[in-house]
């Protein structure tokens, strides 16, 4: 029933950066947990970020100090800010919600870093 659509993914030189967003269905603070996750091909998807209802973030360690990840309940959106991208960040961007025992997921935004 929940439905959740990622955009912003690009093609970028390394150095760059990029915003995802993720357009939710309901109001992101209805969730108990909203964050991203990344898959790279012949790779096991992995966590990137996450944000919890009282606002505790949690970030991978290589991502830490290069990305902030934030929502706006409001407008229904969670976002994702990428700095000082490098090659080894190409992935699909996947975004995910939690509520409950429930899990859902959007249907990924590609982004390529590369010169």
């Known amino acids: 029933q929940v439905q959740l659509v990622e955009s912003g993914g690009a093609l970028v030189q390394p150095g760059g950066s990029l915003r995802l967003s993720c357009a939710a269905s309901?109001?992101?603070?209805?969730?108990?947990?909203v964050g991203w996750y990344r898959q790279a091909p012949g790779k096991q998807r992995e966590l990137v970020a996450t944000?919890?209802?009282?606002?505790?973030?949690n970030y991978a360690n290589f991502v830490k100090g290069r990305f902030i990840i934030f929502r706006n309940g409001a407008e229904k959106t969670m976002y994702l800010q990428m700095n000082s991208l490098s090659p080894e960040d190409t992935a699909v961007y996947y975004c995910?919600?939690?509520?409950?025992?429930?899990?859902?997921w959007g249907q990924g935004t590609q982004v390529t870093v590369s010169s």
């Open positions: 944000i919890n209802f009282g606002g505790s973030i």
């Open positions: 995910n919600a939690q509520i409950e025992r429930r899990s859902f």
């Open positions: 309901e109001n992101i603070f209805n969730f108990d947990i």
